[in-house]
């Protein structure tokens, strides 16, 4: 399922693979289709012809709307989305964080209000399991609670030790749901989830815990969600040791080209954000030499294409002149465009990557760009 087939310090170059799909080159950077497409207006063929290895799907929103049972019945989401790669589904445990004016934690799971009409809805690790059953995505995300940074010691530490026998309750739905005869996908795999807040004993007994219940991969969720970027490192400095050298690490919703190239320095495998995509619809792309806002006015009469070092169909047939004035006129296709071009570069930041560790060049590739591609132009 996973190999580590190079090392450079801590940075890892491996193989993945799964029931859909080929061969998964990591690191690699999974592009988020929230409900089933991405914002923006790409479909799955798009994620082909820009480099997307792993599309990434949202548990809660998909329940709302069409509903997991209406995937189900039309064959699971790849089907329902032309997709055949490979797709991780997340648990609906970020929700549970976001909507925290509109909800109420048990142990039994978490009660909480729709944000498209109100109703009551509950979730829990079983229900969490069937849903992405339903959905029949390749990785399965186990159902956890991410809190706000900075959390006081003692809930966060009443939080990951629930997020722990949470983890078991999954286990067991995931493993009974997979030997099911008419199960959408029973190759499905689950990937834990590590929390704790800012607090590295919490964090690294957490990670021994969650380490001893055989899932394929463990993640590092609740980072870059109101934390300093250094505080940040840190903890994923402190949580790697623990973290086991033979299965996917993958840092949950982060983040910026740095902190891609940071985390891979620091061991980390699977990265997803909707930073790419959010940012493009707001005309801010991301370049080789850092990034742009394509709305400014200086580039009403700029011919170039938005990064004259990126080969993507946006570069390759669009000026920067033009993508401002869709920007400006109001026009669909400025969306479509510049969410093209963030997540080509996304796809091939990873890309970059893997060629630098497969040279032994990670060090200066690092070196180089981390800083560099942050910067504002």
Not at 51 to 77: A, F, K, M, W
């Amino acid at each position: 399922m996973f190999q580590v087939v190079k090392l450079e310090g801590k940075a890892r170059r491996g193989r993945f693979s799964c029931a859909h799909g080929g061969e998964v080159q990591t690191p690699v950077f999974m592009n988020v289709g929230t409900q089933g497409a991405i914002k923006g207006g790409l479909s799955a063929f798009d994620l082909k012809d820009i480099g997307c290895q792993i599309e990434l799907s949202n548990t809660y929103h998909l329940h709302l709307r069409p509903g997991d049972d209406v995937v189900r019945h039309l064959g699971g989401l790849h089907r329902f989305m032309r997709w055949d790669g490979p797709i991780l589904t997340d648990s609906g445990g970020f929700q549970v964080f976001s909507l925290a004016g509109l909800r109420k934690i048990k142990e039994e799971g978490v009660t909480f209000a729709s944000h498209l009409d109100g109703h009551r809805i509950f979730m829990g690790p079983e229900e969490s399991m069937r849903i992405q059953s339903n959905l029949g995505s390749d990785i399965a995300m186990a159902f956890d609670e991410c809190v706000e940074n900075p959390a006081p010691y003692e809930y966060a530490k009443a939080s990951c030790e629930r997020t722990l026998r949470w983890l078991e309750r999954c286990k067991i739905e995931h493993d009974k749901l997979n030997a099911l005869p008419d199960t959408v996908n029973p190759k499905q795999m689950l990937f834990g989830i590590n929390q704790g807040a800012t607090y590295a004993d919490l964090r690294i007994w957490h990670m021994q815990q969650i380490a001893k219940i055989d899932c394929e991969g463990y993640a590092i969720g609740g980072l870059a969600v109101g934390e300093p970027t250094q505080v940040m490192y840190d903890i994923i400095d402190a949580v790697e040791p623990y973290m086991p050298k033979d299965k996917p690490r993958y840092l949950m919703g982060v983040g910026t080209p740095s902190n891609i190239i940071e985390g891979v320095a620091r061991g980390v495998d699977f990265f997803d954000c909707v930073m790419p995509a959010r940012n493009a619809r707001h005309g801010k792309l991301f370049t080789w030499s850092g990034t742009l806002n394509i709305k400014n006015e200086k580039y009403k009469l700029d011919e170039h294409p938005i990064d004259e070092q990126c080969d993507c169909p946006v570069c390759r047939n669009f000026s920067r002149a033009y993508l401002r004035h869709l920007f400006k006129a109001d026009e669909m296709l400025a969306l479509r465009l510049a969410v093209m071009h963030n997540l080509y570069f996304y796809n091939r930041l990873t890309q970059r990557i893997r060629d630098e560790l497969d040279a032994g060049e990670f060090a200066a590739f690092r070196a180089e760009y981390s800083g560099k591609l942050d910067e504002r132009r």
